[in-house]
């Protein structure tokens, strides 16, 4: 009895560590399908949005239309753009946001000269804000984010010099942010950035 007993233990441990298996099988297989739609859908979002930007669009039209397809795309529940202002290229401020009231951005001013912005710039990739938690010389900055309710900063960069930023707030669903979710962001923003960058030259050119 003692032997069959012992058996019986045993047997539950491998079928209990089988179903162990099979449960992060099936988790890391949701995982892989929810990155690959979103990066199907997010390839199919971004090619609308280039093609959406005719030359006839402003700078305006641009931000706004970027926002909205990234905030859809991405369901989060605000973001907001920060750009240099003409007369006075040192800080970053807010140029445009949406889904976010305009009491959590007013007054909210980044300097471009910071070790904050040096990271961001350096990385030329989207970074959570909990990544630089830590990390000398970012506290006030972060702190500064964190009181307005942003979790994920993606730089927008063109030859190497940073031209603006788009912060994002938490998802809709509660979700953290992916790999996946990072990865759309980075091209969303480099594209975004390149058409601001164009955007600018033709208003120059006027």
Do not use: Y
Request: net charge neutral.
């Amino acid at each position: 009895h003692l032997e069959q007993s012992e058996q019986r233990r045993l047997m539950g441990q491998v079928n209990a560590e089988l179903e162990r298996e099979l449960k992060r099988s099936a988790e890391e297989l949701e995982v892989t399908r929810r990155r690959q739609r979103t990066h199907r859908l997010g390839a199919q979002a971004l090619l609308d949005f280039s093609q959406k930007m005719e030359s006839r669009f402003d700078r305006a039209d641009l931000q706004r239309h970027a926002l909205i397809h990234l905030g859809t795309l991405l369901h989060v529940s605000g973001l907001c753009l920060f750009e240099t202002q003409s007369s006075d290229s040192a800080w970053l401020t807010p140029a445009r946001w949406h889904w976010i009231s305009e009491e959590r951005v007013r007054g909210l001013r980044l300097p471009v000269a910071s070790e904050f912005m040096r990271i961001l710039a350096s990385e030329g990739r989207p970074l959570r804000l909990g990544e630089f938690d830590h990390v000398p010389g970012t506290a006030w900055e972060c702190g500064l984010m964190a009181a307005a309710g942003f979790t994920v900063i993606a730089p927008l960069v063109v030859h190497r010099r940073m031209v603006g930023l788009i912060m994002l707030a938490d998802r809709n669903d509660g979700r953290p942010f992916e790999a996946a979710d990072l990865e759309l962001l980075s091209l969303f923003a480099a594209s975004t950035a390149q058409m601001m960058e164009t955007t600018r030259a033709r208003e120059r050119e006027r």
